[in-house]
């Protein structure tokens, strides 16, 4: 029930019984060969790195999340890993979090798609993916004992939608269960999210695994159905499970049922006895280009600045272009196999350029000197190419990001530059959402996320033409950080967080509250143009023509959004419920038909348990973003005349105004009294109290908590950012994981004896 080691389970020779490894993905392999950590800090074996799911996901191509899936697990079969932890599918409920690069998107349904094809991918191997985190995993600070508070239908609708189209339609063999607490239960215990959800209502046959130390109390655990607790904890907690049979608190049928489930994984993805597979890494290299060129957003083109024709004098600007920033960084740091940069590409390629200034310190910081050559240097071309985002310590597992603007410097640079040349290409790199409040005035801006290790190619394919940009944003960017409608609540600081927003997460609240944003969800440029008509509805079956009106082959994101008319209850004014990615050159047609079902059309009723379809009238909307509807029909669904969630008893969430959410109003939907947010700062400090709460205590604790923040910030100031980082997640451990991480060698004895003295 526990593993051997840090990626291990326990073989049991005398029964057949082999070892199987898990290890860290999603958007590539990161095997560890030498000495084991969660958080990437030691190196692991080389392996193709994809572009994250975040930037997959601008894609909204399936066979490309499948094929991404595919080779990844072939690449973990190859190593005989049997289990791939990934693809992470929490929802984007606000773009601070750190590891918000390793999500899809603020929509489940996207989210859903595209994560089923993934683990379909990874399991046509033969080994098994491990969909995480399950569940409600939204923010990093404190991911281990806080509390996040949900109601039943935002749960339903936003969190747990992508999880359930996962497991329904891609069987997948394993699940993650996440650290944090929901509604006042470890994920890993709620007997909720486990046995009510995961195995009763949705019928996961397969295995949980805890997150890395997200094991707190292991008998609750077993009886929500965790079977697998990682990493080792040398028998620590295997022991709880045997002292527990014996009190007579836990009965051994639910033990056996566990060891049942754990060894029917094991032989599904057992490779002890199987061939290994053969990788060619120029191959995967070849695919991660294309999945790169795919994936990139076209944000801008003024004047049609791109495609940069030959022999354009082009000056290359910006520290990202000679050391590109290309994946995330903690339990998913990936070691490629090879990386291309962009400027050697550039090099290569048909343009003049000019030459090459780093403009800006990557970490932060003034510098008149690199302005200065910069700015020279713009001065002597026709066009900049203009490099920049966040730096590698701005999204990391462990940490959120303070807040969505880039570097101070890097902005003054791009205030420097668009003074002495009229043609800037931004080129942006970053997990996620940015403001962006140099956008109106710069000719070109491509956003490449994080690309993995094709980065570099693809770039200049796609600034050049030889590839038509085909991405499209899946996640808003909003103008400001306070436009966000979840900006008043997050992150939670102390005990809990409360999701006052509901259902209202990025393109639900703008759309519904008719707010302005910088660029909306499903948008994305082309070097190309396209038209829709002939909208049909047969049945629940959507159908349209769609025609390349523009001179240059590429391929089209069409999307499917549904709105209620006239609704009794609060929702979001659109919602998505289809699309489809069609290639088309110039001057073709196709036919493009999106199959509704009943439930795409439904809301969840806590009362009854179960979905309903409220009476009424639909609009079908088919266009190329949300706010760029190009088609529009209605039809008429039979249902139900709600009870629940009616807008004049939640006049909040009626009217949008979600930011201002009175506990009053938030209590009524949640059903129940809201608990504590803040820490009891006179209560003794408990095994699943944190480093961090040591600092209200005594002059000891005080002093382990200074001591372990002052070697936080000093790494930081040295350029050591991931280090950093992982010495920040101690501090928000939680004191039960010290004697597990240390397998004993620091005893819960001493734990709690230190823990005596913090308190006096």
Known sequence: MSGQNFWNTKAVERLDIPS????????????????????GLNKSLPATCYPTAATLANSWDKSLAYNVGLDIGMEARS???????????????????GRNFEYFSEDPYLTGELASEMVKGIQSNGISACPKHYAVNSQEHMRMTIDEIVDERSLREIYLTGFEKVVKESNPYTIMSSYNKVNGEYANENQHLANDILYDEWGFDGVIVTDWGGNNDRVAGLKAHNQLEMPSTNGITDKEIVDAIHAGTLDESVLDEAVDQLLSLINKVRLDDKEPLQVDHEVHHNKAVDAARQSMVLLKNENNILPLKAGTEVAVIGDFAKNPRYQGAGSSLINPYKLSNPLEHLHDSSLNIVGYAQGFKRMGGKSSKLLKEATSLAESAETVLLFIGLDESKEAEGVDREDLKLPQNQLDLVESLIKVNKNVVVVLAGGGALELPFADHVQGMLHTYLSGQGVGEAIVDLLLGKHNPSGKLSETFPIHYTDVPSSAYYPG???????????FIGYRYFETANLAVRYPFGYGLSYTTFEYSNIEIDGLTVSFDLTNTGDLAGAEIAQLYMEKVDSSIFRSKKELKGFDKVYLEPGKTKRVSVALTKRDFSYYNPEVKDWEIENGDYKIQVGSSIQAIHLEETIEMVGVSPTVFLKNEYPHYASANVKDIPDSEFEKILGRKLPPTNWDRDKDLGMNDTIKQAQYKNWIGKMLYNSIMFVHVFLKKIGKPLTANNVYFVINMPFRQIDRFSGGKISRKRVETFLRWINR
């Open 79 to 97: 190593e005989k890993v049997s289990v791939l932890l990934g693809p992470g599918l929490n929802i984007k409920r606000n773009p601070l979090c």
């Open 493 to 503: 600081e102390q005990a809990t967080s409360e999701h006052k927003e509901g259902l």
């Open 20 to 39: 199987i490894m898990l290890t860290d993905g999603p958007h590539g392999l990161r095997k560890q060969g030498g000495k084991a950590d969660h958080l």
